[in-house]
């Protein structure tokens, strides 16, 4: 049978999905078309720069293993690399890339010594050694890539940080900017990349350093005559890393500086790693000539984690902290806290704090009632009657339902597990809850109760979604 482009990488794809994971399958695999088997050379088509650069990287080896697998040894790969038409909106046109195996290749940007001493400048930024500038690069060793769990919601940021931490300078993502709302693991994902730099390239020079600090530094060097020096040191980093870049805004000369440092970085092929709390695009207060510039690069964003992400998360935590705690635990923060990982992470830490100086074991009721002072925003008071509404609308029935006498099935578990609220979660007495849900007496409300709890301890389905049920119910108690 004569082999077609789409005969061929069908084949290889069968041989590529059994030597890597499946969600890197998904992702750098899947949205690859081929379009072309010409003289033994296939041509796929791929996404973007950054997916071609990310498999010449990564999966190179594989692809043209499979490729000789199929075709013979003269194969050959090409991409094509689909762009964006930049003015118009003609239809997308695409670069054809022949594939170069890259991965023995050399890192060639200038690196250190610089001699200060022989330079005469004098450099308050620098700590000369015997023959190499020491720079203290101000990582947390702890915020590695390792430690960061990988999630839907980072998968391209991740990914694209570490490409650049393979490949310093080297790759189209320069700038690399990452942004997202706070506390979604933007400091600890720019710092994994530098410790992962350290690690392959220990000559490099990195350095991470917040906006404030470079701000501050900067109106130091200026009161103390000192711009010069300054600017010298920037320009010498190799990996520069700058983190809640939102601060310049507004700091005209601060970014006036940061401007001139960008750019002797980027043309001397230098990293520049950033973060921001917003898009770019929407940094008021930021000059346009650097957010041009930003665009030169990637900007990614960090999403919320989803629930499986939380709880890994979670897991990771406690498992580097040499902790146990019981999965409906880790579960229930991890349910409650949704959309801050710093937050979450505050409520794992004062649970074991509040533990140990109390000495008590942790149990879910302590669990719960740390995390109620936590989440906890508003003024506002649970009653019967807001219990009602929010467990009816989770189950999709109306309330008149569970005031009623029915005894359907659905409706009786749902009125259940509104008593088990109102008792938990309200002061009213089980007589008075029972006559608000269908004219009960205080011993069915009791049963209740106990149902749902035997419920939650058999039935995990069942426990999830009362767990999801209180945190809705609880979201703005104060
Ligand atoms: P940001 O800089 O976006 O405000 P941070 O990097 O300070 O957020 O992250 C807040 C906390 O959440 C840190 O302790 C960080 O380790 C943790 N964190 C965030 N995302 C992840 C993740 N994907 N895996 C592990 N820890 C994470
Ligand atoms: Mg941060």
């Avoid at 665009?295 to 902790?323: H, Q």
């Avoid at 979450?344 to 074991?361: H, R």
């Amino acid at each position: 049978m004569e082999k077609t482009f789409s005969s061929v990488w069908k084949n290889c794809l069968k041989i590529i999905k059994d030597n890597v994971s499946p969600q890197s399958f998904k992702t750098w695999f899947e949205p690859i078309q081929p379009i072309k088997l010409d003289d033994n050379i296939l041509t796929i088509e791929v996404p973007s720069e950054f997916f071609y650069e990310f498999l010449e990287q990564h999966y190179i080896t594989l692809l043209k293993k499979t490729l000789r697998h199929e075709l013979g040894a003269g194969s050959k790969l090409e991409y094509s690399i689909l762009m964006e038409h930049q003015t118009n909106n003609d239809k997308p046109y695409s670069v054809k890339v022949p594939s170069k195996n890259k991965s023995n290749l050399s890192n060639p940007s200038v690196s250190l010594p610089v001699n200060v001493g022989g330079s005469g400048i004098k450099n308050p930024f620098i700590i000369p050694g015997l023959q190499k500038v020491t720079i203290d690069s101000q990582l947390n060793p702890s915020y590695t890539f390792e430690n960061f769990i990988e999630g839907d919601c980072n998968r391209l940021a991740r990914s694209a940080g570490f490409a650049v931490a393979n490949r310093p300078g080297g790759t189209s993502f320069n700038p690399l900017l990452i942004y997202s709302p706070t506390g979604l693991g933007k400091t600890h994902l720019v710092h994994a990349i530098g410790i992962d730099i350290k690690n392959r390239f220990p000559n490099k020079t990195v350095l991470y350093v917040t906006s404030e600090k470079f701000t501050q530094q900067f109106v130091d060097s200026v009161k103390n005559n000192s711009q010069n020096d300054f600017v010298n040191f920037y320009q010498m980093i190799d990996v520069l890393i700058i983190d809640d870049l939102q601060f310049f805004t507004g700091k005209e000369k601060t970014q006036d500086v940061f401007f001139h440092i960008f750019n002797h970085l980027h043309q001397t092929n230098k990293q520049l790693i950033l973060t921001s709390d917003k898009p770019p695009i929407d940094l008021q207060g930021m000059e346009q000539r650097l957010l041009s510039r930003f665009k030169w690069g990637l900007s990614a964003d960090l999403g919320v984690p989803d629930l499986e992400t939380r709880i890994a998360i979670l897991n990771k935590k406690i498992y580097s902290d040499g902790i146990e705690l019981a999965p409906e635990i880790i579960e229930y923060i991890a349910y409650s806290v949704t959309t801050n990982v710093r937050e979450m992470e505050g409520v794992l830490v004062s649970i074991l704090a509040q533990a140990t100086l109390n000495k008590k074991s942790i149990t879910l009721d302590l669990a719960k009632q740390l995390i109620h002072k936590f989440v906890k925003s508003i003024d506002f008071e649970v009653t019967v009657d807001y219990i009602q509404k929010v467990v009816c609308d989770y189950f999709h029935l109306p309330v008149e339902a569970i005031k009623s006498s029915s005894r359907k099935r659905e409706v009786v578990q749902a009125r259940q597990i509104a008593m088990y609220f109102s008792k938990s979660l309200t002061k009213y007495s089980l007589a008075a809850i029972g006559q608000q849900c269908g004219g009960k007496d205080h011993a069915t409300v009791l049963h209740s109760c106990r149902t749902v709890n035997n419920l939650m301890e058999t039935d995990k389905r069942f426990r999830a979604n009362v767990y999801e049920l209180e945190r809705m119910i609880t979201f703005f108690e104060s």
